[in-house]
Nanobody, 121 residues
Framework: QVQLVESGGGLVQAGGSLRLSCAAS????????MGWYRQAPGKQRELVAAISRGGSTNYADSVKGRFTISRDNAKKTVYLQMNTLEPEDTAVYYC???????????????WGQGTQVTVSS
């Protein structure tokens, strides 16, 4: 059993910053890729940023230069630092992790419950 718990969402004015975190817990043996997705009302879910176990990163063009993804493998936590926020960034943000639990022989995808980010103009 694996759980991802997100925190750090909230309301912020345009130009401000927020830092999201997502901690994995449970019967975890190993974690490969981790990432952040977002979904705005009436829109498709999209990948925001991803990071490999070794630290390689990938960003959506819309957030490149403003957002930074990082991870702490010891804490089994992934972070998303969001700077220069825009109203277009308003969405529910979900973390994702590719996890090998202690009772399986292959990796599975897990999702957090989502955290709301609202950027006012």
């Amino acid at each position: 059993q694996v759980q991802l718990v997100e925190s750090g969402g909230g309301l912020v004015q345009a130009g401000g910053s927020l830092r999201l975190s997502c901690a994995a817990s449970g019967s975890i043996f190993n974690i490969n890729d981790m990432g952040w997705y977002r979904q705005a009302p009436g829109k498709q879910r999209e990948l925001v940023a991803a990071i490999s176990r070794g630290g390689s990163t990938n960003y959506a063009d819309s957030v490149k230069g403003r957002f930074t993804i990082s991870r702490d493998n010891a804490k089994k936590t992934v972070y998303l630092q969001m700077n220069t926020l825009e109203p277009e960034d308003t969405a529910v943000y979900y973390c994702n992790a590719d996890v090998l639990d202690k009772y399986s022989v292959y990796f599975k995808h897990y999702w957090g419950q989502g955290t709301q980010v609202t950027v006012s103009s």
